[in-house]
């Protein structure tokens, strides 16, 4: 088993289609994504949009965060992760596509067998696929372990 972290995009408004968040394993490591949830933190707009989940081509202009380690003695992660980017990715490989109510949330959350990795050098972006009608304050977690 390898190291737990946290990736949180915290209380963005959000008014075009766009990629949230972008994760990338490092050189020398896999990244396995474990979950993914998106919510709205300010709105009571019922709108369905669909989420995304692609391999990235290239890598889009964004806010760097720290992946937070989960277990305090951990080292940090060797990976990188940015969100509320605003220069989008080059889309790769669609991995998931699904429509959510944005009142109820999204949760990616596959048994285990079915969770993507991303390999070494490699990256994966989670997008709201569609613009909403208003802006929208969103909120995106997400759990992802490094092996190696």
Excluded: C
């Excluded at 949330?105 to 569609?130: K, Q, V």
Aim: glycine share 6%.
């Amino acid at each position: 088993m390898g190291r737990f972290y946290t990736v949180v995009m915290k209380a963005n408004s959000v008014s075009i289609a766009k990629d949230l968040m972008t994760v990338s394993a490092p050189a020398t490591s896999v990244v396995v994504l474990h979950q993914a949830v998106l919510s709205q933190d300010a709105s009571e707009t019922s709108e369905q949009l669909p989420m995304q989940i692609h391999r990235v081509g290239n890598d889009g202009q964004g806010t760097v965060v720290t992946a937070r380690k989960t277990l305090a003695g951990d080292a940090a992660f060797g990976g990188t992760s940015n969100v509320n980017l605003t220069t989008d990715t080059t889309e790769g490989d669609i991995l998931w596509r699904e429509s959510q109510n944005i009142l109820n949330g999204w949760n990616y959350f596959p048994t285990p067998e079915m969770r993507f990795t991303i390999p070494p050098d490699n990256e994966i972006a989670i997008r709201l696929d569609t613009a909403p009608t208003a802006a929208l304050t969103l909120t995106l977690s997400a759990v992802i372990e490094e092996i190696g």
